[in-house]
């Protein structure tokens, strides 16, 4: 039976659709700033000042939760509302192979993109049904500490199960940006308590590009950051835990980027003040400054909204990894590049499907 909906109904889903996003992005972009002001306005204006000092209170006790687990809530990860931002795209996870919940997991994304908008929807939310497609697995997307330093954006993040990481010197290289789950630290205290506990069923999302992969997202390219990245690698080894490729189709789509193709005065800049940041605030985050735009809220041409631009999540085949908690130059490589070749396989194999052509490859860098 063909179901037909109204105009108006049809009106009002893309409207919510597109509310659902904004909403997400606010959190997420404009959180910060946001706190900072409700904070204070609530504590110098309003009668029910004595929530904000209540709040920080908990804020102090609770600080390091992020980093083992959050508090994550299985309804808010199942709210209509993350519905509605898979559908806007939308967005979709393909299976290849069974995650056995007897046993831990570490899984690598690629590519970044701007914000990791497919990670975000399949691995720190319910709305595509994870817990379902890998039953007994719970998945926790890294995320930087910072993301948890921001009044309210930290709770937010916290029902979604996201947790942080301390430092960039104490982090593993090549994790960043969560299960029923969510999200942890990038820290390797943090990812090796997750990817250690006995009984299993926890799966550790890294994007090993990070930040510095988003200067590389242009709609049409498939440029990853991966030749260097071997530190996930290592854990993987430490643990012994199997690694598994994943790929964001369509991920680099949503959003247009002003050209700045390596050798260009932007990029340059880009570069010279990312790298001025970190050596100012100590090395204590790193991030950086793409110049991005999508289309504009109802019927505007520019704006901030991601384009609508199909995203799948392809979950590859899982590579087993032998123990071994101090491996050797010759294993972390010997491991590395069998894991470049897995992805390039599972890319391969895929990309017809979202109507690549077969000319087009996986540029690693």
């Known amino acids: 039976m063909i179901i037909k909906y109204s105009k108006a109904e049809i009106l009002i889903e893309s409207c919510l659709q597109t509310l659902s996003v904004g909403a997400n992005l606010f959190m997420l972009v404009l959180g910060p700033a946001t706190s900072v002001w409700l904070s204070w306005f609530v504590f110098f204006h309003t009668r029910v000042w004595w929530l904000v000092p209540l709040y920080f209170v908990w804020y102090i006790y609770d600080f390091e939760s992020p980093k083992y687990g959050s508090h994550m809530s299985v309804r808010f990860r199942r709210l209509r509302l993350f519905k509605y931002l898979v559908s806007y795209f939308p967005i979709s996870i393909r299976k290849t192979a069974e995650l056995n919940p007897s046993e ?12 990791s908008v497919g990670a975000f929807a399949n691995f720190l939310t319910d709305a ?17 500490d910072l993301n948890f330093f921001w009044p309210i954006r930290r709770e937010y993040l916290q029902l979604l199960g996201k947790n942080g990481f301390a430092s960039v010197k ?110 100012a605030v100590g090395n204590i985050l790193t991030f950086t400054t793409p110049l991005f735009y999508g289309r504009g809220a109802f019927g505007f041409r520019f704006g901030f909204l991601p ?45 017809r499907s979202f109507g690549i052509p077969d000319e087009v490859n996986l540029e690693i860098l």
């Open 104 to 115: 831990n997991y570490l899984i690598a994304n690629h590519p970044h993109g701007i914000i």
């Open 307 to 351: 384009f609508q631009q199909p995203i799948c999540t392809v979950v590859g085949c899982p590579i087993e990894v032998e123990r071994n908690e101090n491996p050797t130059s010759e294993e972390v490589n010997r491991l590395h590049d069998r894991y470049v070749s897995e992805l390039v396989k599972l890319f391969e194999s895929h990309k």
């Open 170 to 279: 104490s982090t593993v290289d090549g994790l960043s940006s969560a299960t029923c789950s969510g999200a942890v630290s990038r820290s390797k205290e943090s990812v090796g308590y997750l990817i250690s506990r006995p009984g299993g069923g926890n799966a550790v999302v890294i994007v090993v590009g990070g930040a510095e992969e988003a200067l590389e997202s242009e709609p049409g390219a498939h440029r990853i950051i991966l030749r260097e990245r071997k530190g996930f690698v290592k854990v993987a080894i430490k643990y012994g835990v199997a690694l598994v490729p994943s790929y964001n189709f369509g991920e680099v789509d949503v959003f247009r980027q002003v050209s700045n193709r390596k050798g260009s005065k932007l990029r340059s800049v880009q570069v010279k003040f990312c790298s001025s940041f970190v050596s």
């Open 128 to 144: 595509n049904s994870f817990s379902k497609l890998f039953p007994g697995i719970r998945s926790y997307l890294c995320t930087l």
